[in-house]
């Protein structure tokens, strides 16, 4: 069993919906919860991270946390066609190690 | 500002020979990363380096090298190409003790080995 799993996808929506991104994670020690949008041909870009079990908001996107479940989650809301990428959620523990551990990715695509 | 500066873009490369991928950080990050992304699969951790030293090593070979400079640039090494090292080569810098949320990352290097 993989550290963190993640659906590939892809997953296809049309303008405006709101989108679920899912990952599960294997390793209680967990602290820290990334989620990162990848463009084709480009590498990783950070876009919400969060410590510990919890919400947050960010404009459009909010990152959330549910580590009774080790469920982590990303909804983007009014998602644009410019949405449409491939999304990394990461993780990794609290003190020592900070090596992020990745899942393999969601690609999206967001239709006009 | 610049970010993270990886060279070259593309690589073609036969079966058994060796590459050098070069890293230049982001401006203040001291910490340099090296990540392999094979098509469709997640970033997958090769080693990193900070002052000079490798910190900690992901589950790969040791034909699998590196190097970091005094300027904090750095280096990813590979020996006795394989087909299955085909791959996008990503850097990441940092500031050291920064978790996953200060990682920046270059847009990669494709090395295709035939």
């Known amino acids: 069993q993989k550290e963190v799993e993640q659906d590939p996808g892809p997953l296809s929506v049309p303008e405006g919906a709101i989108v679920s991104l899912n990952c599960t994670y294997s390793?209680?020690?967990?602290?820290?919860f990334m989620w990162y949008r990848q463009y084709s041909r480009k590498g990783p870009e950070l876009l919400m991270y969060?410590?510990?079990?919890g919400n947050k908001e960010d404009g459009r996107f909010t990152a959330q946390v549910d580590k009774s479940s080790k469920y982590i989650s990303l909804f983007i809301r009014d998602s644009q066609p410019s949405d449409s990428a491939t999304y990394l959620c990461?993780?990794?523990?609290?003190?020592?190690?900070?090596?992020?551990?990745f899942g393999r990715g969601t690609s999206l695509i967001v239709h006009p | 500002d610049a970010g993270v500066t990886q060279s070259p873009t593309h690589l073609i490369k036969t079966r058994g020979q060796q590459v050098t991928l070069r890293c230049s950080p982001k401006s203040g990050h001291d910490t340099v990363s090296w990540y392999q992304q094979a098509l469709g699969q997640g970033p997958q951790f090769i080693f990193q380096?900070?002052?000079?030293?490798?910190?900690q090593r992901g589950n790969f070979p040791d034909r699998f090298s590196g190097h970091q400079f005094p300027n904090y640039s750095s280096e990813l090494n590979v020996n006795a190409l394989l087909l299955g090292d085909s791959a996008l080569y990503l850097c990441?810098?940092?500031?050291?003790?920064?978790?996953?949320?200060?990682?920046?990352f270059g847009s990669g290097t494709r090395l295709t080995v035939v």
């Open positions: 380096y900070y002052e000079e030293e490798e910190r």
């Open positions: 390793n209680s020690a967990f602290q820290y």
């Open positions: 990461a993780t990794h523990a609290s003190g020592g190690s900070y090596i992020p551990t």
């Open positions: 969060t410590y510990s079990s």
């Open positions: 990441a810098s940092s500031l050291q003790q920064a978790g996953g949320y200060g990682y920046t």
